[in-house]
């Protein structure tokens, strides 16, 4: 061969043609070669469709959740605290209320007590009343991980739920433990990053139905440049899913491109996680919730069909 002149002048010669670039990622860099989704999010469509509700929290509203993400480590002049605050109504369709970050020395105790105060606030009602956020998702990584237990067991091991996150395909959004760990006294749990992404950038592409009419599943989003400004918008939209080939076999995956934020997806899948945590161990329903708050009617419990005894090992 040439050497690097010859690799340039390869690189070169296929630099447009994917096809090549595959064989050249592969046999040349030692690489797995990864193919861009091209459906990826258009900030500026999320941005544009933002919209003003009547009340901080809409009517529609019953549950409220928010996502917290810690990001720093011991010396890093850039220590913060940033929450997610989602209201949620009928059939998962939510409203972004409140968006917020704490900077300081994570090292000390400032910084955390802001964020708890924070995170207790109530939010007034359209309908004239105040609601807290009921249950929340911190995440742990990062450097201060004895810090975020210390800081959910003070604002109350119930609420405050620490989290990690997961990023592994079929691992459920939410498996919050019956009992407390027994190293942190919390209810410490793993939260499936991946299905929470494919979950939340799916509704993104939800078409909302006309005004006053329910669509489930759609995320507002509040045309106010203190919460959900372009930068906001843009984390929110972030990651692309990627097809990635590793010894032979394909997998999909969720990626940040290097040196871009994403910690407004990253609190949603956390405020999406509380959300399901609350439904397992509150029992939370929306749909009844809502039925109650709005006068509607109540939603017809789910029939069960009985298996036959001898279908699942009983006796025939």
């Not at 939209?237 to 407004?264: D, I, L, Q, Y």
């Amino acid at each position: 061969t040439d050497g690097w002149a010859g690799l340039v002048r390869e690189w070169l010669d296929i630099k447009g043609d994917p096809l090549k670039l595959k064989v050249f990622t592969n046999t040349i860099f030692g690489e797995f070669w990864v193919e861009k989704n091209t459906s990826k999010l258009d900030w500026e469509v999320i941005f544009n469709r933002r919209e003003v509700w009547v009340g901080r929290v809409p009517k529609e509203a019953v549950y409220i959740t928010a996502g917290v993400d810690t990001q720093g480590h011991e010396g890093s002049s850039n220590n913060r605290l940033e929450a997610y605050v989602y209201a949620w109504g009928a059939n998962e369709e939510c409203w972004l209320i409140d968006s917020w970050v704490v900077y300081g020395n994570l090292a000390e105790s400032a910084p955390w007590n802001e964020a708890i105060e924070l995170l207790n606030q109530t939010y007034q009602h359209a309908l004239g009343f105040e609601m807290p956020i009921s249950t929340l998702c911190w995440d742990t990584g990062g450097g201060f991980t004895g810090k975020v237990h210390a800081a959910c067991r003070k604002g109350g091991i119930k609420k405050f739920l620490p989290i990690r996150g997961a990023p592994s395909a079929g691992k459920p959004i939410a498996n919050m433990p019956k009992k407390v760990n027994k190293q942190y006294k919390t209810y410490f749990f793993e939260v499936g990053t991946e299905d929470a992404k494919d979950t939340i950038y799916g509704r993104y592409r939800i078409q909302r139905n006309s005004p006053g009419e329910p669509t489930p599943g759609y995320i507002h989003l509040p045309a106010d440049d203190g919460i959900c400004d372009e930068k906001v918008v843009k984390e929110f939209v972030a990651e692309t899913k990627v097809m990635k080939f590793k010894n032979g076999v394909r997998t999909s995956v969720w990626e940040c491109p290097k040196h871009v934020s994403n910690e407004g997806t990253d609190c949603a899948n956390y405020a999406l996680a509380a959300l399901r945590a609350s439904k397992q161990r509150k029992r939370i329903n929306l749909e009844i919730l809502s039925a109650k708050q709005l006068g509607t009617p109540m939603p017809k419990p789910k029939k069960i069909k009985r298996k036959k005894a001898g279908s699942y090992g009983g006796v025939n």
